[in-house]
C-alpha cells in the first residue's frame, strides 16, 4: 500500500487531495476466472406497436469485437481486433476462445433495416460458454 497527495491549480483556483494506492487482490468467492470463453451474442430488436415485450431475433447484422481490457480491470493501450461475423436466421453469431476481459461490441444492422448501429460491451464471465443478448435500438 501507498499513498500521497495530488496538487492541482486550475484557474488561480489550488486544492489537493490525499490518494491511497491498494495492492489488488484475487477474489475469493465464486469459480475461478476462465482465460477464454466461447460468446453466443443473439441481437433482438423490438417490433413497433403498443406491446413493448414484443421482439424479434434480427439476422444479417454485421458484428465486430474488440478486446478493450484484461482480466482485472486494465485498459488496453490499443483495443485488440477480437474477430467480426454475422448474425445468422437466428439472430446468432458466436465467436469462440476469445480471450477473458472486456469487450466493445458493435452491431451495424443491413441496409433497409429499421433497426439503428448500436454500440455496447460486455465483461466476460467465469463461464467457458456466455450468451449476450443485444437489443437494437429502432431508427429515429
Given at each position: 500500500?501507498?499513498?500521497?497527495?495530488?496538487?492541482?491549480?486550475?484557474?488561480g483556483?489550488?486544492?489537493?487531495?490525499?490518494?491511497?494506492?491498494?495492492?489488488?487482490?484475487?477474489?475469493?468467492?465464486?469459480?475461478?476466472?476462465?482465460a477464454e470463453?466461447?460468446?453466443?451474442?443473439?441481437?433482438?430488436?423490438?417490433?413497433?406497436?403498443?406491446?413493448?415485450?414484443?421482439?424479434?431475433?434480427?439476422?444479417?447484422?454485421?458484428?465486430?469485437?474488440?478486446?478493450?481490457?484484461?482480466?482485472?480491470?486494465?485498459?488496453?493501450?490499443?483495443?485488440?481486433?477480437?474477430?467480426?461475423?454475422?448474425?445468422?436466421?437466428?439472430?446468432?453469431?458466436?465467436?469462440?476462445?476469445?480471450?477473458?476481459g472486456?469487450?466493445?461490441?458493435?452491431?451495424?444492422?443491413?441496409?433497409?433495416?429499421?433497426?439503428?448501429?448500436?454500440?455496447?460491451?460486455?465483461?466476460?464471465?467465469?463461464?467457458?460458454?456466455?450468451?449476450?443478448?443485444?437489443?437494437?435500438?429502432?431508427?429515429?
Open positions: 500500500m501507498s499513498g500521497g497527495k495530488v496538487y492541482a491549480t486550475v484557474d483556483f489550488s486544492d489537493s487531495a490525499t490518494v491511497m494506492v491498494l495492492p489488488v487482490s484475487p477474489p475469493t468467492d465464486g469459480p475461478p476466472a476462465v470463453f466461447n460468446l453466443k451474442l443473439v441481437a433482438i430488436g423490438p417490433i413497433p406497436g403498443t406491446d413493448t415485450t414484443r421482439s424479434e431475433r434480427v439476422a444479417g447484422v454485421a458484428v465486430t469485437l474488440k478486446r478493450t481490457g484484461g482480466i482485472r480491470g486494465d485498459t488496453l493501450t490499443t483495443p485488440e481486433d477480437a474477430g467480426s461475423g454475422v448474425t445468422d436466421a437466428n439472430g446468432e453469431a458466436k465467436f469462440n476462445k476469445l480471450k477473458a472486456t469487450y466493445a461490441i458493435v452491431l451495424t444492422p443491413p441496409a433497409g433495416s429499421p433497426y439503428a448501429r448500436t454500440e455496447t460491451g460486455i465483461v466476460s464471465s467465469n463461464l467457458a460458454e456466455f450468451t449476450a443478448v443485444v437489443a437494437l435500438q429502432r431508427r429515429p
